[in-house]
Structures are given as C-alpha cells and as structure tokens.
C-alpha cells in the first residue's frame, strides 16, 4: 500500500537541542497534517498546511510546507521533556479526500 | 467531556473467537475511522464512514466488518481473530473537508494469544 516516508526513524536530543522531522512524498500533495502521539497515548493534531511554501509556527515548533508540495518538514526549538513522542505527517493527495496516508512516523527522546 | 471514546480500552483473547469494539464520538461530526497501529507504530486507515455510508476500504480482509448505526458511532466487529490481528485499533472522526482535523479516540489494545 501507500507509504509516506518520514525521517528520521528515532532521534535522541538532549534537552535544549533542537529537532528536526522530515516527511517526503513522491506526488504533489493537496495538504499536509501533523500529529504528536505521546507513548501510550493517541494521535493528536497539531497543524494542517495547504499553500505551497507555507510556514507556521506555534511556540516553539516550525511547520514548513515544500515550494513544490512534495515534503513538509517540523522544527522544534530548544527540546524539553514534554516533546517526547512520536510525531506523525498525514498526507492528503487530493482536496477534500476522506483518506489520508499517515508517515512511518519519528519517535522522540529528549535526555533531561 | 470525552470527545471520541472507545471500549475496550484492552481485549485479550484466543485465535479463532470473534469480538467487537465499539466507538462514539459527542463532537456531530460527519465522517469516522478505524486505524491500526502496529507494533512497529505504523498507522494505517482501514475503512472510513461519512454519514453512516462506507466512503473507504482500504483491502481490510473480510473478517473485519464496520457497522455504523448512526452519525456517532462506528463498531468493529472482527471475526476469526488472528495473531496478527494484535494491536492497537483506533477510532477517529473529523468534522468537514473544510475542518480536516482529526480527533483520535484512546484506542483499544488487541492481543491475540
């Protein structure tokens, strides 16, 4: 089935690092989610980016949408023990899909 | 006020039982999912309903049959459990295509022994 690749798989940061995620595509994408999921928690949203080469920001993360709308990226500043989790791209191919395809996901460790 | 909520929160049970999960949501909103998660955490969509009609099957074998009998709820039922059926089933809604947002229910751990 579809795949959406994300990387990397795991990141161990020391608190205070920054992080980075990486969600790519091989088509053009409609629009991009993200999803933080705590361990043993459940998906929760965090932003939807639809323009091309958008930005957006909440606190210390930095969503960025690809020119070509191909792979999205998540920033976080200054890591803290709070941002453990596995944070999830959802990808959407075409406007107003029901279906979105979920990356393989990145699993965050921040060391205090 | 929980917003989607699932039960089981945990179901252990032998190959070869049939058993179901149920979902609802108190948010109105129009279109429910089930996901699974895998061990290795990889979320893939299984079916999606939008006002109660099946909108996605995504190759789910047969033995998984989704029932919704109103806007706000969406079961599972799976019938001859298998070991690889073991993992964590979520439920999901979301409100629009104008509000893509999707709200995840806690999830229901399988085991399969």
């Known amino acids: 089935g579809q795949q959406v690749m994300q990387i990397p798989q795991y990141q161990h940061v020391q608190e205070g690092e920054d992080f980075t995620t990486y969600c790519n595509s091989s088509?053009?994408?409609?629009?991009i989610q993200w999803y933080k999921q705590r361990p043993g928690g459940h998906p929760v949203f965090l932003i939807q980016l639809v323009k091309s080469g958008e930005v957006k920001k909440q606190k210390r993360l930095t969503f960025q949408f690809g020119e070509a709308k191909k792979n999205s990226s998540l920033h976080i500043t200054a890591t803290q023990t709070t941002d453990v989790g596995t944070y999830f791209c959802?990808?959407?191919?075409?406007?107003?899909?029901?279906?979105?395809?979920f990356g393989t996901g990145t699993r965050l460790k921040v060391l205090a | 006020d929980t917003a989607v909520s699932q039960t089981p929160k945990y179901l252990v049970t032998q190959m070869g039982n049939d058993k179901s999960i149920k979902c609802e949501q108190n948010l109105g909103h129009d279109t429910m999912y089930w996901y699974k998660q895998d061990s290795k955490k990889f979320l893939k969509i299984m079916f999606s309903y939008n006002n109660k009609e099946l909108i996605i099957n995504e190759t789910v074998p047969n033995r998984f049959s989704p029932k919704s009998p109103d806007k706000a709820h969406l079961n599972l039922h799976i019938n001859s459990l298998e070991l690889g059926d073991s993992a964590v089933y979520f439920c999901?809604?979301?409100?629009?295509?104008?509000?893509?947002?999707?709200?995840f229910g806690p999830g229901t751990r399988l085991t399969v022994l």
């Open positions: 959802a990808v959407g191919y075409t406007s107003g899909t029901y279906k979105y395809i």
């Open positions: 088509t053009t994408l409609s629009n």
């Open positions: 999901a809604s979301r409100q629009s295509e104008a509000h893509n947002e999707q709200f």
